[in-house]
Nanobody, 120 residues
Framework: VQLQASGGGLVQAGGSLRLACAAS????????MNWYRQAPGKQRELVAA???????RYTDSVEGRFTISRDNAKNTMYLEMNSLKPEDTAVYYC???????????????WGQGTQVTVSS
């Protein structure tokens, strides 16, 4: 199973970006999917999470600005980021709980990260 994150880049404050995370490989089902970020010198933090049923939750600092979504048919998750601030600058990572068969447990998989830089 592989997760491929994409969509990062350089944007001015107030701008928008849309990240995508595509899961591929031997996938039977995906449970929770998550976006994390890690800024230089800081710990990795959970930004947003979404269940297989579409229930979403966010860290307080992005509530109302970011929207997480997923397309279960495409095994893909998105993060729409609006009103970006310089403090949103970080490497964004996606993760997912994936199982490869009905009788096997879920395991966590991580994408490689995509850089988001917001200039002031």
């Amino acid at each position: 199973v592989q997760l491929q994150a994409s969509g990062g880049g350089l944007v001015q404050a107030g701008g928008s970006l849309r990240l995508a995370c595509a899961a591929s490989g031997r996938i039977f089902s995906i449970n929770d999917m998550n976006w994390y970020r890690q800024a230089p010198g800081k710990q990795r933090e959970l930004v947003a999470a979404i269940t297989s049923a579409g229930y979403a939750r966010y860290t307080d600092s992005v509530e109302g600005r970011f929207t997480i979504s997923r397309d279960n048919a495409k095994n893909t998750m998105y993060l729409e980021m609006n009103s970006l601030k310089p403090e949103d600058t970080a490497v964004y990572y996606c993760s997912a709980e994936v199982r490869m068969g009905l009788e096997v447990p879920y395991y966590d998989y991580w994408g490689q990260g995509t850089q988001v830089t917001v200039s002031s």
